[in-house]
Protein backbone atom coordinates (compact mmCIF):
# COMPACT_ATOMS: atom_id res chain seq x y z
CA UNK A 1 0.00 0.00 0.00
CA UNK A 2 2.97 2.61 1.17
CA UNK A 3 4.33 1.04 -2.49
CA UNK A 4 1.44 2.08 -4.23
CA UNK A 5 1.17 5.47 -3.06
CA UNK A 6 4.68 6.78 -3.12
CA UNK A 7 4.15 5.75 -6.83
CA UNK A 8 0.51 7.33 -7.19
CA UNK A 9 1.62 10.40 -5.43
CA UNK A 10 5.20 10.57 -7.81
CA UNK A 11 2.90 10.04 -10.85
CA UNK A 12 0.73 13.08 -9.76
CA UNK A 13 3.75 15.22 -9.39
CA UNK A 14 5.16 14.15 -12.79
CA UNK A 15 1.42 15.09 -14.54
CA UNK A 16 1.86 17.81 -12.63
CA UNK A 17 5.04 19.26 -13.49
CA UNK A 18 4.16 18.04 -17.43
CA UNK A 19 1.26 20.35 -17.22
CA UNK A 20 3.38 23.54 -16.04
CA UNK A 21 5.58 23.10 -18.86
CA UNK A 22 3.08 22.93 -21.34
CA UNK A 23 2.39 26.21 -21.75
CA UNK A 24 -0.39 27.42 -23.66
CA UNK A 25 -0.55 30.90 -25.76
CA UNK A 26 -2.82 32.93 -26.94
CA UNK A 27 -2.97 34.54 -30.53
CA UNK A 28 -5.84 37.08 -31.26
CA UNK A 29 -6.87 36.66 -34.96
CA UNK A 30 -9.26 39.12 -35.98
CA UNK A 31 -13.29 38.63 -36.71
CA UNK A 32 -13.88 35.14 -38.53
CA UNK A 33 -12.79 35.79 -42.20
CA UNK A 34 -10.67 38.82 -41.87
CA UNK A 35 -7.05 38.69 -43.30
CA UNK A 36 -6.05 38.18 -39.38
CA UNK A 37 -8.18 35.46 -38.77
CA UNK A 38 -6.88 33.65 -41.86
CA UNK A 39 -3.63 34.17 -40.93
CA UNK A 40 -3.60 33.11 -37.36
CA UNK A 41 -5.33 30.10 -38.07
CA UNK A 42 -2.68 28.85 -40.49
CA UNK A 43 0.13 29.85 -37.87
CA UNK A 44 -1.69 28.23 -35.07
CA UNK A 45 -1.92 25.25 -37.02
CA UNK A 46 1.40 24.72 -38.03
CA UNK A 47 2.74 25.63 -34.33
CA UNK A 48 0.38 22.84 -33.06
CA UNK A 49 2.02 20.25 -35.28
CA UNK A 50 5.21 21.63 -33.99
CA UNK A 51 4.79 21.12 -30.43
CA UNK A 52 3.86 24.66 -29.51
CA UNK A 53 0.14 25.33 -28.02
CA UNK A 54 -1.58 28.11 -29.75
CA UNK A 55 -5.03 28.99 -28.83
CA UNK A 56 -6.42 31.79 -31.34
CA UNK A 57 -9.20 34.51 -30.52
CA UNK A 58 -11.43 36.27 -33.01
CA UNK A 59 -10.92 39.69 -31.15
CA UNK A 60 -11.52 43.22 -32.83
CA UNK A 61 -9.16 46.10 -32.17
CA UNK A 62 -7.24 44.21 -29.98
CA UNK A 63 -3.85 46.07 -30.47
CA UNK A 64 -4.35 47.48 -26.51
CA UNK A 65 -4.75 43.51 -25.10
CA UNK A 66 -1.42 42.49 -26.87
CA UNK A 67 0.05 45.89 -25.74
CA UNK A 68 -1.27 44.87 -21.84
CA UNK A 69 -0.03 41.53 -22.24
CA UNK A 70 -3.79 40.04 -22.08
CA UNK A 71 -3.05 38.21 -25.50
CA UNK A 72 0.36 37.09 -25.98
CA UNK A 73 0.42 37.11 -29.94
CA UNK A 74 -1.63 39.10 -32.79
CA UNK A 75 -1.52 40.82 -36.34
CA UNK A 76 -1.63 43.84 -38.15
CA UNK A 77 0.30 45.81 -40.88
CA UNK A 78 3.34 47.31 -40.73
CA UNK A 79 2.01 50.78 -40.54
CA UNK A 80 -0.67 49.86 -37.92
CA UNK A 81 2.46 48.60 -35.89
CA UNK A 82 4.28 52.03 -36.12
CA UNK A 83 1.78 54.28 -35.28
CA UNK A 84 0.71 51.85 -31.79
CA UNK A 85 4.32 52.40 -30.83
CA UNK A 86 4.33 56.13 -31.51
CA UNK A 87 0.49 57.26 -30.89
CA UNK A 88 0.57 58.60 -34.72
CA UNK A 89 -1.80 57.79 -36.94
CA UNK A 90 -4.82 56.39 -36.15
CA UNK A 91 -3.47 55.78 -32.54
CA UNK A 92 -4.04 58.49 -29.63
CA UNK A 93 -2.11 56.62 -27.06
CA UNK A 94 1.44 54.67 -27.12
CA UNK A 95 1.90 50.99 -27.05
CA UNK A 96 4.80 50.41 -25.57
CA UNK A 97 5.14 47.07 -24.84
CA UNK A 98 4.60 45.98 -28.53
CA UNK A 99 6.69 43.63 -30.19
CA UNK A 100 7.51 43.03 -33.74
CA UNK A 101 7.83 38.64 -34.55
CA UNK A 102 8.42 39.21 -38.78
CA UNK A 103 6.46 39.39 -41.88
CA UNK A 104 3.93 37.24 -42.50
CA UNK A 105 3.80 38.19 -46.36
CA UNK A 106 2.93 41.69 -47.97
CA UNK A 107 -0.67 43.02 -48.37
CA UNK A 108 -0.78 44.59 -51.73
CA UNK A 109 -3.67 47.19 -52.95
CA UNK A 110 -4.27 50.22 -54.69
CA UNK A 111 -7.39 52.37 -55.48
CA UNK A 112 -9.45 52.01 -58.17
CA UNK A 113 -11.89 53.97 -60.69
CA UNK A 114 -14.43 52.54 -63.56
CA UNK A 115 -12.00 52.40 -66.51
CA UNK A 116 -14.11 54.58 -68.89
CA UNK A 117 -12.90 57.52 -66.00
CA UNK A 118 -9.50 57.11 -67.89
CA UNK A 119 -7.81 57.79 -64.47
CA UNK A 120 -4.27 56.09 -65.26
CA UNK A 121 -2.55 57.88 -62.83
CA UNK A 122 -3.22 60.42 -59.40
CA UNK A 123 -1.68 62.69 -62.10
CA UNK A 124 -5.11 62.27 -64.11
CA UNK A 125 -6.81 63.14 -60.94
CA UNK A 126 -5.69 66.80 -60.49
CA UNK A 127 -8.25 69.70 -60.67
CA UNK A 128 -11.37 67.00 -60.69
CA UNK A 129 -12.56 67.81 -57.20
CA UNK A 130 -16.32 66.26 -58.66
CA UNK A 131 -14.53 62.86 -58.54
CA UNK A 132 -16.01 61.14 -55.52
CA UNK A 133 -13.84 59.62 -53.04
CA UNK A 134 -14.49 56.94 -50.71
CA UNK A 135 -13.66 58.18 -47.19
CA UNK A 136 -13.45 57.96 -43.54
CA UNK A 137 -13.96 54.01 -43.23
CA UNK A 138 -15.18 54.12 -39.49
CA UNK A 139 -14.60 50.27 -38.93
CA UNK A 140 -11.04 50.65 -40.53
CA UNK A 141 -9.46 54.14 -39.52
CA UNK A 142 -5.95 52.93 -41.02
CA UNK A 143 -7.57 52.74 -44.88
CA UNK A 144 -7.49 56.29 -45.04
CA UNK A 145 -3.58 56.48 -44.59
CA UNK A 146 -3.27 54.34 -47.46
CA UNK A 147 -5.82 56.18 -49.90
CA UNK A 148 -3.78 59.62 -48.69
CA UNK A 149 -0.65 57.68 -49.20
CA UNK A 150 -1.36 57.03 -52.84
CA UNK A 151 -2.71 60.63 -53.78
CA UNK A 152 0.14 62.42 -51.79
CA UNK A 153 2.28 60.56 -54.36
CA UNK A 154 1.12 63.31 -56.52
CA UNK A 155 0.54 65.98 -54.35
CA UNK A 156 -2.95 65.43 -53.65
CA UNK A 157 -4.86 64.96 -50.67
CA UNK A 158 -8.70 64.13 -49.58
CA UNK A 159 -9.44 67.60 -49.36
CA UNK A 160 -9.22 68.10 -52.97
CA UNK A 161 -12.13 65.38 -53.83
CA UNK A 162 -15.96 64.67 -53.00
CA UNK A 163 -15.81 62.75 -49.91
CA UNK A 164 -18.70 59.98 -49.29
CA UNK A 165 -17.96 58.18 -45.77
CA UNK A 166 -18.31 54.22 -45.77
CA UNK A 167 -18.21 52.25 -42.89
CA UNK A 168 -15.75 49.26 -43.98
CA UNK A 169 -13.08 48.73 -46.63
CA UNK A 170 -16.03 46.07 -48.33
CA UNK A 171 -18.28 49.14 -47.95
CA UNK A 172 -15.97 50.83 -49.91
CA UNK A 173 -15.38 48.57 -53.19
CA UNK A 174 -19.67 48.12 -52.92
CA UNK A 175 -20.42 51.37 -52.90
CA UNK A 176 -17.92 51.87 -56.20
CA UNK A 177 -19.27 48.45 -57.38
CA UNK A 178 -22.81 50.42 -56.94
CA UNK A 179 -21.77 53.90 -58.64
CA UNK A 180 -22.13 56.00 -55.18
CA UNK A 181 -18.83 56.39 -55.30
CA UNK A 182 -15.36 56.77 -58.24
CA UNK A 183 -12.40 56.16 -56.14
CA UNK A 184 -11.81 53.76 -53.61
CA UNK A 185 -9.04 51.48 -52.22
CA UNK A 186 -9.35 47.77 -53.69
CA UNK A 187 -6.26 44.88 -53.13
CA UNK A 188 -5.29 42.70 -55.60
CA UNK A 189 -7.27 40.03 -56.74
CA UNK A 190 -10.18 40.76 -53.62
CA UNK A 191 -13.20 39.15 -54.30
CA UNK A 192 -15.12 42.16 -53.91
CA UNK A 193 -13.28 44.07 -56.15
CA UNK A 194 -13.96 41.49 -58.89
CA UNK A 195 -17.54 41.50 -58.60
CA UNK A 196 -17.57 45.14 -58.52
CA UNK A 197 -15.84 45.08 -61.60
CA UNK A 198 -18.60 43.02 -63.07
CA UNK A 199 -21.40 45.53 -61.81
CA UNK A 200 -19.09 48.00 -63.82
CA UNK A 201 -18.38 45.50 -67.10
CA UNK A 202 -20.29 48.50 -69.22
CA UNK A 203 -18.11 50.80 -68.36
CA UNK A 204 -15.09 48.46 -69.16
CA UNK A 205 -14.64 47.40 -65.65
CA UNK A 206 -12.31 48.48 -62.53
CA UNK A 207 -8.38 49.94 -63.44
CA UNK A 208 -6.24 50.84 -60.91
CA UNK A 209 -4.93 54.26 -60.56
CA UNK A 210 -1.29 54.36 -60.30
CA UNK A 211 0.73 56.54 -57.81
CA UNK A 212 3.74 58.22 -59.37
CA UNK A 213 7.15 56.75 -58.09
CA UNK A 214 10.53 57.77 -57.29
CA UNK A 215 12.15 59.44 -54.66
CA UNK A 216 10.16 62.07 -53.84
CA UNK A 217 6.61 59.83 -54.36
CA UNK A 218 8.24 57.24 -51.66
CA UNK A 219 9.23 60.07 -49.52
CA UNK A 220 5.58 61.05 -49.45
CA UNK A 221 4.35 57.60 -49.09
CA UNK A 222 6.34 56.84 -46.13
CA UNK A 223 5.42 60.29 -44.25
CA UNK A 224 1.77 59.30 -44.53
CA UNK A 225 1.87 55.34 -44.62
CA UNK A 226 4.97 54.07 -43.02
CA UNK A 227 6.25 50.65 -44.22
CA UNK A 228 4.42 50.85 -47.21
CA UNK A 229 6.45 50.61 -50.34
CA UNK A 230 5.34 51.10 -54.08
CA UNK A 231 5.58 48.29 -56.68
CA UNK A 232 4.86 48.47 -60.35
CA UNK A 233 2.75 46.07 -61.86
CA UNK A 234 2.46 45.32 -65.47
CA UNK A 235 -0.66 44.84 -67.77
CA UNK A 236 -2.13 41.45 -67.01
CA UNK A 237 -5.26 40.98 -68.72
CA UNK A 238 -6.13 38.27 -66.15
CA UNK A 239 -5.52 40.33 -63.00
CA UNK A 240 -8.72 42.70 -62.26
CA UNK A 241 -7.33 46.29 -62.25
CA UNK A 242 -4.56 45.37 -64.16
CA UNK A 243 -6.27 44.50 -67.28
CA UNK A 244 -6.11 47.79 -69.33
CA UNK A 245 -2.83 49.28 -68.35
CA UNK A 246 -0.35 48.46 -65.53
CA UNK A 247 -0.31 50.70 -62.31
CA UNK A 248 1.95 50.95 -59.59
CA UNK A 249 0.36 50.25 -56.53
CA UNK A 250 1.18 49.62 -52.39
CA UNK A 251 2.52 46.99 -50.81
CA UNK A 252 2.94 46.64 -46.90
CA UNK A 253 3.95 43.89 -44.69
CA UNK A 254 1.23 42.02 -42.71
CA UNK A 255 3.14 41.28 -39.57
CA UNK A 256 3.31 38.80 -36.49
CA UNK A 257 3.57 41.17 -32.90
CA UNK A 258 4.31 40.03 -29.63
CA UNK A 259 3.65 41.17 -26.36
CA UNK A 260 7.56 42.54 -24.84
CA UNK A 261 7.37 39.94 -21.89
CA UNK A 262 6.63 36.72 -23.87
CA UNK A 263 9.87 34.93 -23.30
CA UNK A 264 12.54 34.93 -25.49
CA UNK A 265 12.49 31.40 -25.97
CA UNK A 266 8.51 31.12 -27.40
CA UNK A 267 8.99 34.00 -29.61
CA UNK A 268 12.69 32.13 -30.95
CA UNK A 269 10.74 28.85 -31.21
CA UNK A 270 7.55 30.42 -32.90
CA UNK A 271 9.81 32.24 -35.25
CA UNK A 272 11.85 29.23 -36.52
CA UNK A 273 8.55 26.89 -36.59
CA UNK A 274 7.04 30.06 -39.12
CA UNK A 275 10.36 30.44 -41.01
CA UNK A 276 10.99 26.91 -41.83
CA UNK A 277 7.50 25.73 -42.55
CA UNK A 278 6.25 28.17 -45.71
CA UNK A 279 4.88 24.95 -47.75
CA UNK A 280 2.34 24.34 -44.87
CA UNK A 281 1.31 27.66 -43.79
CA UNK A 282 0.57 28.28 -47.85
CA UNK A 283 -1.36 25.01 -47.87
CA UNK A 284 -3.61 26.60 -44.94
CA UNK A 285 -3.83 29.98 -46.14
CA UNK A 286 -2.70 31.12 -49.88
CA UNK A 287 -1.53 34.64 -49.13
CA UNK A 288 1.66 32.62 -47.51
CA UNK A 289 2.72 31.28 -51.11
CA UNK A 290 3.37 34.67 -51.71
CA UNK A 291 5.97 35.48 -48.24
CA UNK A 292 9.88 36.06 -48.56
CA UNK A 293 11.12 34.73 -45.36
CA UNK A 294 14.61 35.79 -46.45
CA UNK A 295 13.24 38.81 -46.32
CA UNK A 296 11.26 38.29 -42.20
CA UNK A 297 12.08 41.17 -41.03
CA UNK A 298 11.57 44.89 -42.74
CA UNK A 299 12.77 48.08 -40.79
CA UNK A 300 10.03 49.50 -38.58
CA UNK A 301 10.08 51.72 -36.14
CA UNK A 302 8.55 49.21 -33.59
CA UNK A 303 11.28 47.15 -32.06
CA UNK A 304 11.71 43.36 -32.65
CA UNK A 305 11.47 40.37 -30.06
CA UNK A 306 14.80 39.55 -29.17
CA UNK A 307 14.00 36.16 -29.27
CA UNK A 308 12.91 36.90 -32.80
CA UNK A 309 16.25 38.51 -33.09
CA UNK A 310 17.83 35.47 -31.99
CA UNK A 311 16.43 33.07 -34.63
CA UNK A 312 16.86 35.47 -37.33
CA UNK A 313 20.87 36.75 -36.48
CA UNK A 314 21.14 31.98 -36.81
CA UNK A 315 19.34 32.11 -39.50
CA UNK A 316 21.34 35.05 -41.63
CA UNK A 317 17.85 36.89 -41.97
CA UNK A 318 18.48 40.09 -42.55
CA UNK A 319 17.63 42.74 -39.43
CA UNK A 320 16.88 46.67 -39.58
Given at each position: MTTFRTLA??????????????????????AQGSLAYNAGQAVAVVANDNGITVRTQPLVGYMALVNSGEVDFGYSNGAEAAFAYTSTGNFDREHPNVRLVGEMFKLTTGVMAPCDLGLQSVEDMVG??????????????????????????????????????????????????????????????????QQAAVQLQDRGGLCYVSMKTGPEAEAALDKVLPSGVIAT???????????????????????LLANADVSDDLVYNLTKVIHQNKEALGASFGAFNGADFTKMAPANVTPYHPGALRYYAEAGVPTP
Open positions: TAGLLALGATAASAQVVSMATGKSDLRIASEYTSSTIIPYYIEGILATGGLSYDDFTQVPVSSFVDGINALGDGLVDVALVSLNAGAGLPQNENINGLQTWGASIIRVPWM
